[in-house]
């Protein structure tokens, strides 16, 4: 049972929940004004846990065909036969009602919005089928992270900033761009829909660092308009390096180190922004 779960866990990629659960901390923390009390944070955890489980189980259901046939995926855990259809929908099922019961324990608000905000990440999985414009429909539904974290704690939109849900917007579809270069090939063979696979290599990168750049703008301004001091902003530019450094590192041509530039610096960036919101806000006392 043990290494079965495992298999599943490693199948969604479990531990990159490092990309979204920072931003949903990042506006508990920002609607607390400090550190939310214990229950709001822990259940907004576990709604993160079990919103990103949820979305990740079922984008590898539905694509499980499409793995099956591309060299680069084939070996994930559906494809490959390392766990059963329902088993993975098993999971999809009880990681939903995870998310549902988590948003229902914070606040009405929370409940009311948490069937759109699911939805969306599931609507993602579909989205290649049918539009090149996937990779913004994915940051859409990352940007409701941040706005979750604050209803969590606020319970109300009210004085919520923003541009904070419009950069992880940005910042997911620019990453994202820049990964699905990996398959930009086997995606047009396939009748599957991406910018790479539409505009090709060079263009798509061109795009991301339009994406990247406007992300930048967006974080720097969500600390101008929280008030929040030069704690924030050296957070600020060491995000600015980090993504200056993924663009850097990889490239058209040379996709090579795209794991560093994925995860790695994602990650960075995600656990710096939080990171500085954080001490920042304990700075100001």
Request: glycine content about 10%; aromatic content about 14%; overall charge positive.
């Amino acid at each position: 049972m043990f290494e079965k779960i495992s298999t599943l866990l490693e199948m969604i990629k479990f531990r990159h929940t490092v990309f979204a659960m920072p931003f949903a901390l990042m506006g508990a923390f920002l609607a607390a004004r400090g550190v939310p009390g214990p229950r709001p944070l822990f259940w907004v955890v576990l709604a993160m846990v079990g919103a990103r489980t949820c979305a990740m189980g079922f984008n590898r259901i539905v694509d499980r065909r499409f793995d099956a046939a591309n060299p680069r995926t084939a070996g994930r855990a559906l494809p490959a036969g390392k766990v059963t259809l329902t088993e993975s929908w098993i999971m999809v099922v009880l990681s939903g009602l995870l998310f549902f019961f988590a948003c229902r324990q914070l606040n009405p608000l929370a409940l009311r919005i948490a069937p759109f905000a699911l939805s969306l990440t599931l609507i993602y999985s579909l989205t290649k089928r049918f539009t090149s414009l996937c990779h913004l429909v994915l940051g859409v539904a990352l940007a409701f992270s941040p706005l979750g974290g604050w209803v969590a704690v606020s319970g109300s939109l009210n004085g919520y900033p923003w541009m904070l849900s419009l950069g992880v917007l940005l910042w997911v579809a620019g990453f994202d761009t820049i990964y699905a270069c990996l398959d930009a090939d086997f995606d047009r063979g396939a009748g599957l829909h991406s910018l790479p696979a539409r505009l090709g290599r060079e263009r798509a990168f061109k795009l991301a660092v339009f994406f990247h750049f406007f992300a930048f703008v967006c974080f720097a301004a969500t600390g101008f308009f929280s008030g929040l001091n030069a704690v924030y902003f050296g957070g600020i530019i060491l995000t600015g390096g980090a993504l200056f450094y993924q663009h850097l590192v990889v490239n058209p041509r040379d996709l090579s180190r795209i794991n560093v530039a994925f995860f790695s610096m994602n990650g960075f960036i995600a656990l710096t922004l939080f990171a500085a919101t954080w001490l920042s806000l304990l700075t100001m006392g």
